[in-house]
């Protein structure tokens, strides 16, 4: 199933409280459906959910008889045609509703939604007909596809206002439609509670989550490889010298202190200076003074014998 299947099969469960709510949730599915007007129209949807859903609101939220056909949507998939085949259900749909068919643009009647409790009521109807969103595995987007302009312009003010969610939707010219849509993973998120799809929302939100974890590890994995990278490097430097004294004058000429570390390194070229500081007991600072004394000695014998360099970083001091 799509993730836009998923939030309409989800939405279609959701009970309104109340008659106010339910009325406007039948507005919400039919004003964006194509069938709202005198002319009879045709909504096709591959979602069956979303289908009988708008049959249940026409019939509870206008008292009309919606029609519902199988049918093939245009990707050529096993899709529901819903119509309203009789003209006066058509009219009693437009009139309960504040509507008459004869307005020269379709606007939202924002009477219907006085009560607090009726946008989100609305707008669940309308994603139910109209809404569409990508899997938030390949990108974040929540799109209405809406039949008019001013039908566009008008659901973009609704959605700015609401629930106080900070939802700011852009409008978009599509082939034979506008589309209001979001990009911001947490706005689509606050909509999908919002409108009453609590289960995709959590569902965006652990894709999400999984994403940002699997980019840290990424990021994290690069910043230790370039940490082991330094610490191999400086520990190649330190080994050769540690190396130089073995060979030129033994390890026993070193004073203990610098004799344990001396031996330390030369067995573990691995271990960073946190590990050498917990094996011996002494503070990070310490072991890296005595690093540099071991290195000065090392690298002064090399350089008597002739080496002048082991590498190209100057010792630190
Ligand atoms: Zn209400």
């Known amino acids: 199933m799509s993730f836009t299947s998923q939030i309409k099969v989800e939405l279609a469960k959701a009970e309104p409280r109340r008659l106010c709510c339910l009325r406007a949730q039948c507005y919400g599915a039919w004003l964006f459906s194509k069938c709202f007007g005198l002319q009879e129209g045709t909504y096709i949807t591959e979602t ?3 289908a009988r859903r708008m049959l249940e609101l026409a019939a509870a939220g206008a008292g009309v008889a919606a029609q519902m056909r199988y049918a093939v949507s245009r990707r050529n ?3 529901c045609r819903v119509s309203l085949p009789e003209e006066q259900d058509r009219r009693q749909l437009l009139e309960a509703f504040g509507h008459t068919g004869q307005e020269p643009c379709l606007r939202i009647n924002r009477a219907v939604l006085e009560d607090e409790c009726c946008p989100e009521a609305f707008l669940r109807g309308a994603f139910l007909t109209c809404g569409s969103a990508t899997d938030p595995n390949k990108s974040y987007h ?3 596809a809406v039949p008019h302009k001013n039908l566009a312009w008008d659901l973009y ?9 900070g939802v700011a939707p852009a409008v978009v010219r599509r082939a034979g439609s ?12 606050d909509l999908l509670t919002y409108m009453g799809a609590a289960g995709a929302s959590m ?12 980019n840290n590890i990424n990021r994290k994995s690069n910043f230790e490889t370039a940490n082991m990278d330094k610490t191999y490097s400086a520990s190649a430097r330190q080994t050769a010298a540690i190396a130089a004294i073995n060979d030129s004058r033994g390890l026993d000429s070193l004073p203990e202190n610098l004799r344990e570390l001396a031996r330390l390194r030369l067995d573990n070229p691995e271990m960073t200076l946190r590990e050498l500081s917990g094996r011996l007991g002494v503070s990070r600072s310490g072991v890296n003074h005595r690093l540099q004394r071991l290195l ?5 014998l090399l350089e008597e014998k002739g080496v002048e360099e082991l590498t190209q970083a100057p010792i630190q001091k």
């Open 296 to 300: 000065e000695i090392g690298e002064a």
């Open 203 to 214: 569902e965006l939100m652990q894709v999400k989550m999984y994403k940002e974890a699997k």
């Open 77 to 79: 998939r096993p899709a």
């Open 48 to 50: 069956p959910a979303a």
């Open 142 to 144: 929540l799109e209405f």
């Open 178 to 189: 506008w589309g209001v849509y979001l990009k911001d993973s947490g706005q689509i998120e």
């Open 157 to 165: 003010t609704l959605l700015g206002e609401a629930g106080g969610l």
